[in-house]
């Protein structure tokens, strides 16, 4: 049995007349009843008494209509969820980030997002970058935010863009000597007691750092090492030491706490949005629009690499890369 022809049967009992019934389905009379004394047949029960005032259906048939209409109704809402699924409106997105993530972009990006797509379940992670990447690479998520390219195997099958660029600050206790200074300087900053990510949770600020403290790594090695940046400024305020972590940690407002510029200005690992190349997911495409119009220079950059791997997939052999 077909849809049709439950659609056959309640246009026969909205309209208890065989011509009027094929008439409103565009279709003639004889084959209305020829289909209809078919379901008759296959359900082993009269549904219709034929009278000369019209035709209405028998209990059996009131029984069958009852359920007829429901089961158009799942059809059509079936259509509408599918449709809807298909533009990205209903799903899930799985995402890990790092913490700094959420002091900018992601408040825009995903108070967006939630907004044009009240309907998809988000599942939201806190990883490290290595983490996340892993993840990512694993299947185990949809999209991936952390500091630095990806890494390791499997990576290369990755599209990364950067979303947002961030310098170096030291934040201390407003007790602490550095306290309502504009700025410090490498050297003297070698000589505290540090703050600073966990080197095995963010590898790619930890080696921008060895850099920077060429002729200093001793401080880095006595550091205090931490999982996120709210903990950085959380130990900071309790003057264990001057925390070191990106710009946008300035976004936390404590009075607790002061934040110097370090100077020479130091460029810490882009933040980085990574997905898998072939992910035709339209939910996570639905996503990417929003982060394009959201994150300023990100949607031709991220069109650009796109472009890249689909030329690099089509051509047997060639590898492809982050961008």
């Not at 020829?34 to 000369?52: K, M, N, W, Y």
Request: hydrophobic residues 45%; charged residues 20%; aromatic residues 4%.
């Amino acid at each position: 049995m077909e849809a049709r022809h439950l659609r056959y049967a309640v246009a026969l009992a909205e309209h208890q007349h065989f011509g009027r019934a094929a008439a409103s389905l565009g279709i003639a009379q004889p084959p209305l009843s020829a289909q209809i004394a078919a379901v008759e047949r296959e359900v082993g029960q009269r549904l219709f008494d034929r009278t000369p005032r019209g035709v209405f259906p028998t209990a059996a048939g009131t029984a069958f209509l009852e359920r007829a209409r429901r089961a158009l109704a799942e059809i059509a809402a079936a259509s509408v969820e599918a449709g809807r699924a298909a533009r990205g409106e209903t799903g899930l997105l799985r995402m890990g980030f790092i913490g700094s993530a959420l002091l900018d972009p992601l408040p825009g990006v995903l108070g967006r997002f939630r907004k044009s797509r009240p309907d998809v379940r988000l599942d939201l992670r806190e990883m490290s970058s290595p983490e996340a990447a892993a993840a990512l690479v694993a299947g185990e998520l949809d999209v991936a935010v952390g500091r630095g390219n990806p890494r390791g195997a499997g990576a290369e099958r990755l599209v990364t863009v950067p979303i947002g660029a961030d310098h170096l600050v030291a934040v201390v206790a407003v007790s602490h000597p550095f306290a309502g200074r504009d700025e410090v300087t490498l050297g003297q900053l070698a000589a505290e007691q540090l703050i600073i990510s966990a080197p095995d949770q963010e590898p790619a600020v930890a080696a921008h750092l060895r850099n920077a403290f060429a002729s200093g790594t001793d401080a880095l090695a006595a550091a205090t090492t931490s999982r996120d940046v709210h903990t950085i400024i959380g130990l900071a305020a309790c003057a264990v030491g001057v925390g070191l972590g990106p710009a946008r940690m300035r976004l936390i407002t404590r009075g607790d706490v002061w934040f110097c510029d370090v100077t020479p200005r130091f460029r810490l690992p882009d933040l980085q949005l990574s997905f898998r190349a072939d992910d035709t997911s339209p939910v996570l495409a639905a996503f990417l629009d929003v982060v394009r119009a959201n994150c300023r220079d990100v949607g031709s950059l991220l069109d650009e690499v796109l472009a890249r791997h689909a030329r690099s997939s089509a051509v047997p052999g060639t590898r492809t890369g982050s961008g």
